[in-house]
Every structure is written in C-alpha cells, then in structure tokens.
C-alpha cells in the first residue's frame, strides 16, 4: 500500500514538473521584424560576427526604430530573448529587451560554444556585456554574457 501510494506522488510530481516546464504563452518570445541584415563594421565588430550571431536591422518606422536585434538563443538553438542595441545617438534608450524575460539566468550566445569554427575549443570568455563578448567572437574565441 506505502509502494503504491508513494508511486501514485511521484507520477502526479512528474506530471507536474512536466507541466511547468512547458513555456507559458508569455514566455514566447517574438522577434522584432527584419528590415535587412547588418552590413557594416560598427565598434570594432566586423559584418561576419554580426552574420554569425544572426543580428539584423529593424525598419526606422517600426516601433524599435533603427536597432541591431540580436537573437538569443541557448545550447539547444531555442529562442529565448533578443537585445534591440541602438546604434543611433537620437535613440533612446539604448538597449531595448523584452519586458516579460527575466534575464538574470541567462547568458547570450551560448548557442555558438558549440561550434567548431573558433581558435581554441576549450576556452570560453565569460563578459558583463554584449559587445565585449562580441569582441571575442571577433577574434575567434568564443565568448557569451550575462546581460550586464
């Protein structure tokens, strides 16, 4: 009787664990639209890591005006947040995310660690913010942070 009872907890707590691992609808997160791939060499990051991380440009007219998108995703390649990183002075404020992600769990770019196109494959650079991991990525190491 102590077997089966303890057998019918646990399958409700699986249950309920596979429940809350389930992304509720305000978890989803939506990318900004895409007006065009970012092109150009800005704070010492070349056109290529900008591609390699999947950064795009927003349309002026959209409501994150003119913004490179970084999408964020992790080891396994979902999407879970984005930065909308201004790089016009008139706008503000700088950085833009969304308001429903909490971001004190998480890291940006873990989903390139897995690659094998970099320098050396045992060394990771854990940086305080976007563009300093961009750095290393531009250099050929891989690099990740934690969102300031």
Known sequence: MFKSKMDKL?????EKEALSLQPKED???I???????FKATYRG????TFEK???YITNEQNYYRKR???PIYNRKNELISFEAVSFDKEVLPKVLRP??????????FENIILNND???NDIVFICEGLFSALSFIEIGYKGIFNFG
């Open 99 to 108: 308001k429903s992600i909490d971001t004190t769990t998480l890291f940006g």
């Open 31 to 37: 990318l900004p639209p895409k007006d065009k791939p």
């Open 118 to 120: 970099f320098k050396r």
């Open 53 to 55: 991380v999947d950064a």
């Open 10 to 14: 646990f399958k409700q707590l699986k």
């Open 45 to 48: 990051i070349s056109s290529k």
């Open 68 to 70: 490179i998108i970084f």
């Open 27 to 29: 978890d989803i997160v």
